[in-house]
């Protein structure tokens, strides 16, 4: 077993580019963690390691790891067609049904939906179809995208160059044009740069209800429902970014809700299978439906090769059943209460723990160096305390962009009461570890 466990980490590090990984440091070391199997929030590893997983993987395995039931779906489906195209007229039902329940489930009018294969799909698509509508309206000067700083929203060239988050740009030398950025909590902000570059040259402003990537920051009360007054008042095209917030996260189905507007456009994935299979998707109002149908006299000239992918689809369908019939969106409710209160705890023991916050099961825990000055230490503790906690069984996730020191959760919607409670034990066992190794290397 030790053989095959070493032939396996040789070949990772020598045929596997790994997704935002540090490739020198996966060149070295080889994987941390080879995964076989899961089960609820707990992950396995090919030695035997059991872990807690503290981020749904990507903030993606709502109803948990380890549903049969997802993989006989996706077997019968599988079985009987996998997949067929949905270019021009073709279609086929998991995909018709799923875009039914779709309009069943979403915000008010968000009644038609264009698949994707996943978040930055999604987000890349709304841009391209937002900008078409306007050509289609006879605005074709309409093409700017404004975004907010420490946003994120995919790496795709569209996703890449909206997401408000600098070093994502950096990574690229060449952005795609027309993205614009504001203040992630200024109305008055989007309100001055529509001023400045021209509502008429505007097709659309994107927001995710609450941001992931970007340390789980959560909007103002009165924030949303005054962006969707900015857009009516100036004629532009409303876009939420559910990817992450979607499908019961924030304890509600999508996290708008809780500021109650409703997009015009709106993109989902990840938990739309809860990563069983690889699915996306753009939803848009039946207003901008109709307007699509009545002035379009050509091809929609956009489509991904697996849009509407039957198994994926099928798969989807028995994941929102899940949902449902478990009471995961409330249970994700009732347990982001618990989350908020364990944090507080933690925050109270430990002097490391500055502001903490939560709205269903997202979650942010900040790292100060001072708790009354809420001041940060110089070199970022926030991915020490991530390796560290993997180490003693929980996995979960830092953000150190812009000056942020930021701890970041998203546990399955499953998870327990007493499942809470355990990885917060880990973690402040963790916490004490970290504060006895403070010295003056972090002053």
């Known amino acids: 077993m030790r053989d095959q466990i070493q032939e396996l980490e040789e070949l990772d590090k020598k045929h596997f580019l790994h997704p935002n990984s540090a490739i020198q440091q996966q060149q070295q070391q080889g994987p941390g963690f080879i995964f076989t199997k899961g089960k609820g929030v707990f992950l396995e590893d090919i030695k035997g390691n059991c872990v807690m997983d503290g981020m749904s993987s990507l903030w993606n395995v709502n109803i948990g790891h380890g549903r049969e039931e997802m993989g006989e779906v996706a077997k019968e489906q599988m079985s009987k067609l996998a997949f067929s195209s949905c270019f021009a007229t073709f279609s086929n039902e998991p995909a018709i049904k799923l875009a039914a329940k779709l309009a069943e489930i979403a915000p008010g009018h968000l009644t038609a939906t264009f698949f994707t294969s996943g978040g930055s799909e999604s987000n890349d698509t709304a841009y391209k179809l937002a900008r078409h509508y306007w050509i289609l309206k006879g605005h074709p000067q309409k093409q700017k995208i404004i975004t907010r700083s420490k946003s994120y929203h995919g790496v795709a060239m569209g996703a890449t160059s909206a997401t ?27 309100r001055d ?20 990537a970007g340390g789980v920051h959560i909007a103002p009360a009165n924030y949303f429902k005054e962006v969707r007054e900015i857009c009516d008042q100036y004629n532009i095209l409303f876009i939420t970014d559910e990817v992450i917030t979607g499908f019961g ?34 939803m848009i109002s039946q207003p901008m439906h109709q307007d699509f149908a009545e002035l379009s006299t050509g091809t929609l000239l956009h489509g991904y090769t697996y849009s509407g992918h039957a198994m994926a689809c099928s798969v989807a ?34 002097k490391i723990i500055g502001e903490v916050r939560a709205l269903g099961l997202m979650g942010a825990v900040e790292i100060v160096k001072d708790q009354a000055k809420n001041e940060r230490f110089e070199t970022p503790l926030a991915p020490l305390i991530v390796m560290e906690a993997a180490k003693r069984g929980l996995v979960i996730r830092s953000v150190v962009f812009d000056g942020l020191d930021t701890l970041v959760f998203a546990p399955p919607l499953v998870i327990t009461k007493d499942e809470i409670k355990q990885m917060m034990g880990v973690l402040s066992d963790t916490l004490s570890v970290i504060e006895k190794k403070i010295d003056k290397s972090f002053v």
């Open 249 to 282: 996260r924030t304890g509600t189905y999508f996290g708008i809700e809780h500021y109650g507007v409703v997009p015009d456009m709106m993109c989902f994935a990840k938990g739309v299978t809860s990563g069983y299979a690889q699915l996306g998707g753009v």
């Open 164 to 190: 408000g988050l600098k070093p994502f740009r950096d990574f690229t030398n060449s952005l795609a044009p027309d993205f614009h950025y504001v203040d992630h909590f200024s109305s008055s902000a989007l």
């Open 317 to 350: 369908l028995k994941n929102i059943e899940i949902i449902e019939n478990e009471n995961l969106i409330d249970n994700a409710k009732q347990m982001g209460v618990e989350l908020l209160e364990e944090f507080k705890k933690l925050q109270s023991k430990h």
């Open 193 to 212: 740069l529509i001023e400045a570059e021209g509502a008429e040259t505007i097709a659309a402003f994107v927001a995710e209800p609450v941001q992931g």
